[in-house]
C-alpha cells in the first residue's frame, strides 16, 4: 500500500475513533472547568476546517470554514466538523504539554438552551497512541464571549507519538439538519473495523 493510502487510513481511524466517542458520550456530562495558564500569544493564525469526509448528509463534504487559533506548542494539523454529533475534532502535532486558544464562531458551533443562555462546551482530549484512545475531560476556560464568537483556551497533554485530539461538543454545528446519531455512529464502527489491522503503529501525517 501507498504511504498516502497509509496516511489516509491513520486519518479515517482518527475521524472514525472520534465520532464513536462523541456518539456514546452524548451531551448530558458534567464538564470539569479549570483556569488554564501560559495562554498562547502572538499573532491569530488561520486554519480551514472541513466537514467530516464521510459526511452522508446533502452538503458538500468538501465545504470549508475558517478557525483562528493560537498555540504554545506544535502544530494544528487539522480541524472536522461533525455536523450530525454538534462537534469539531481538531488533531494537533506536539512534543509536550500546551494551550490551545482557539475561536469558534457561534455560526459554526455553539452551546446553548433552549432559551438562548449559553451552555458550557464538552471539551475532552486524547493522545491518538497508544490505543484505544481513552478521552478525558479537558482543563479549559472561556477567555472571551460576545454574539459572534466564543473563544476557549484548552490545555492539551504530551503524546508518546505526538499527536493529539480535542474534541469539542456543542448543541449546534453546521451544516443544521436531521441527522441520526445511530446512523454516524454505524459510520465510525465500520471505518474502525476496516483500519484495525492496519492500525497497529502510529503513521506520520
Known sequence: MSKVG?????????????ALF???????????????????????????????EDCNHPMP???TFPIKYKITSGTVLSILAYPELNALAIVLNSTSPGQLL???????????????????????TSTIYPTPVVFKDAD?????????????????????ANQI?????GTYAIPEFNGLRFVALAIAMSSIIAI??????????
Not at 36 to 41: L, S, T
Not at 147 to 155: F, Q, Y
Request: charged share 20%; proline share 5%.
Open 165 to 169: 485530539v480535542i474534541s469539542i461538543q
Open 6 to 18: 497509509s496516511v489516509r487510513e491513520s486519518r479515517i481511524g482518527i475521524i472514525a475513533t472520534v
Open 196 to 205: 484495525t489491522v492496519k492500525f497497529n503503529k502510529i503513521l506520520r501525517f
Open 61 to 63: 463534504c468538501d465545504r
Open 22 to 52: 462523541l456518539c456514546i458520550m452524548g451531551m448530558n456530562k458534567p464538564m470539569n472547568v479549570a483556569f488554564a495558564q501560559d495562554e498562547p500569544q502572538g499573532e491569530w493564525k488561520t486554519i480551514n476546517g472541513m466537514i467530516n
Open 102 to 124: 482557539v475561536e469558534l464562531p457561534r455560526n459554526i458551533i455553539d452551546s446553548k438552551q433552549t432559551n438562548g443562555t449559553n451552555l458550557r462546551f464538552e471539551v475532552r
Open 140 to 160: 479549559y476556560q472561556e477567555t472571551l464571549t460576545n454574539p459572534d464568537h466564543r473563544t476557549l483556551s484548552i490545555s492539551y497533554p504530551m503524546s508518546t
